[in-house]
């Protein structure tokens, strides 16, 4: 397969169990783009937490939702934006906070898959609605004209 690789959008409902469908086709985009295995599978886990928290959260475990993810290319970034029409996030919700390794009694449910995400992409911008529905976009720097690290 020859020439540039195309934007591309697919969109599922929030049924968790369409979650592999999402990775299957993000997988496959990073992989045409040439980017490393480690690198590949930390970036599809971190799509899959937002994508998660469309599901948990916008939509409050609903299945009659929408979930939207779009890829995009330009000549600097690898762009991943996902999309809900749910319930907007609370901003305090999207605020970077670095991982830190917690002691074993510190540790409880929400909030780590943010602090991933922000962790795996070079910048992160959340968007929740003013009413209804949340955008977060997570960019990655291109490292060669193909747009991956092409070592596997």
Not at 88 to 111: H, I, K, M, N, Q
Not at 113 to 126: A, N, P, W
């Amino acid at each position: 397969m020859t020439g540039p690789i195309g934007d591309l959008s697919v969109q599922t409902t929030s049924d968790p169990r369409l979650l592999g469908v999402i990775r299957g086709v993000l997988q496959v985009w990073l992989e045409i783009l040439g980017l490393a295995g480690e690198r590949r599978s930390e970036v599809v886990l971190a799509v899959d937490e937002a994508c998660s928290n469309c599901i948990r959260h916008a939509y409050e475990g609903r299945l009659d939702g929408l979930v939207e993810m779009e890829l995009s290319l330009t000549d600097e970034w690898i762009e991943i934006t996902v999309k809900d029409r749910g319930k907007p996030c609370p901003p305090e919700c999207t605020a970077y906070r670095p991982l830190e390794r917690p002691e074993a009694d510190e540790v409880s449910p929400g909030g780590l898959g943010v602090k991933l995400i922000h962790e795996v992409f070079d910048e992160v911008r959340f968007c929740p609605g003013s009413s209804q529905g949340n955008c977060v976009t997570m960019r990655l720097r291109r490292r060669g004209k193909d747009g991956g690290d092409s070592e596997d």
